[in-house]
């Protein structure tokens, strides 16, 4: 169980171009999901939290408006990397909590997606 | 802000030998601390975490960590590594109150050779 998917895992696009990234909790619901940012041999660094029905919290230094987050429904939040740009290209990676846990703080991570901008 | 640091980025060990990994945070309050493991070609899944109470855990695969308030560390630790622990570990650290953020530690690789 708890199982996250992302799509694509790996995407090449030209610079200007929107990417949407799409990660889904496959076998529960998820009120809130996180989307996080890995460069090499750097480590994981949280963008936005995603609460489902609500505007996303995003962190200090994250644009809002390069990098949309849409969280609509319990299973699936998407983000959208507009108008990319080589410094863009990145691993992201989400994890999302399931809200039938007692314990709220376990994450479940998806699988990660390798943006790669031209 | 909180902060982690993993002191060992790359690791060597034979099997059967013993692991320690160093992780120490950078927080004055209660914390909730956590250790993912990433085996290779896998996502990040969840190795062990403390909460409160007991300050020695146990998790899957024979992993352990003690987590010593006065020196802000949650070192992991497994007896005897296997081939199979081959994966990257990273260390995590949230503030058990308030806004619910995880900062992670930059990972440490660690590579069995069998």
């Known amino acids: 169980g708890a199982v996250v998917s992302q799509h694509p895992s790996r995407v090449i696009c030209k610079s200007g171009t929107s990417v949407k990234i799409e990660c889904r909790s496959l076998?529960?619901?998820?009120?809130?999901m996180f989307w996080y940012r890995q460069f090499p041999k750097q480590s994981l660094m949280l963008m936005a939290t995603s609460n489902e029905g609500s505007k996303a919290t995003y962190e200090q230094g994250v644009e809002k408006d390069k990098f949309l987050i849409n969280h609509a429904s319990l299973t699936l939040s998407t983000l959208t990397v507009t108008s990319a740009h080589p410094e863009d290209s990145s691993f992201y990676i989400c994890?999302?909590?399931?809200?039938?846990?007692?314990?709220?703080?376990?994450?479940?991570f998806g699988p990660g997606t390798r943006l790669t901008v031209l | 802000a909180q902060s982690v640091s993993q002191h060992n980025h790359h690791v060597i060990l034979s099997e059967a030998a013993s692991l320690e990994l160093g992780c120490n945070y950078s927080y004055g309050g209660t914390v909730n601390l956590f250790w993912y493991v990433q085996y290779p070609g896998q996502h990040l899944q969840l190795l062990l975490k403390?909460?409160?109470?007991?300050?020695l855990v146990k998790g899957i695969k024979g992993f352990e960590a003690e987590f010593i308030k006065s020196k802000f560390s949650f070192n992991l630790r497994k007896p005897s590594v296997q081939w199979s622990d081959t994966a990257e570990y990273f260390c995590a650290v949230k503030n058990s109150g308030g806004y619910q953020k995880v900062t992670f530690g930059i990972g440490t690789k660690l590579q069995v050779i069998p």
């Open positions: 076998d529960f619901q998820a009120t809130t």
């Open positions: 403390y909460f409160s109470g007991d300050p």
């Open positions: 994890s999302a909590r399931d809200r039938r846990e007692a314990s709220p703080d376990t994450q479940y």
